[in-house]
């Protein structure tokens, strides 16, 4: 089995910074994209950024010049450090990775979530 678990979510004030990790682990043989979304309450899941295996990204619009993701393929690790934190950022954040495990098989998995809060 696999399990994606992540790490790094708290209480920032407007303007700070945080660092999201999401290390999967298990019978994995290769990971293609990774990402990150989130869910405000209220609204629904939306992607915040996602990160290839050769590393080509993509972010939404509203994180755009303050968020940046990153990978480290040997540690089957996805990063997010996010820079100029904004109140409207807070969420709870979602790691997402399509794995494909020893048996030959792939699947997209997600972390259980961290909660990220943007407060004064």
């Known amino acids: 089995q696999v399990q994606l678990v992540e790490s790094g979510g708290g209480l920032v004030q407007p303007g700070g910074s945080l660092r999201l990790s999401c290390a999967a682990s298990?019978?994995?043989?290769?990971?293609?994209?990774m990402g990150w979304y989130r869910q405000a309450p209220g609204k629904q899941r939306e992607l915040v950024a996602t990160i290839t295996s050769d590393g080509s990204t993509n972010y939404a619009d509203s994180v755009k010049g303050r968020f940046t993701i990153s990978r480290d393929n040997a540690k089957n690790t996805v990063y997010l450090q996010m820079n100029s934190l904004k109140p409207e950022d807070t969420a709870v954040y979602y790691c997402?990775?399509?794995?494909?495990?020893?048996?030959?098989?792939?699947?997209?998995?997600w972390g259980q979530g961290t909660q990220v809060t943007v407060s004064s």
């Open positions: 997402n990775a399509q794995i494909i495990m020893r048996s030959g098989r792939w699947n997209t998995y």
């Open positions: 298990g019978s994995i043989s290769s990971i293609n994209a």
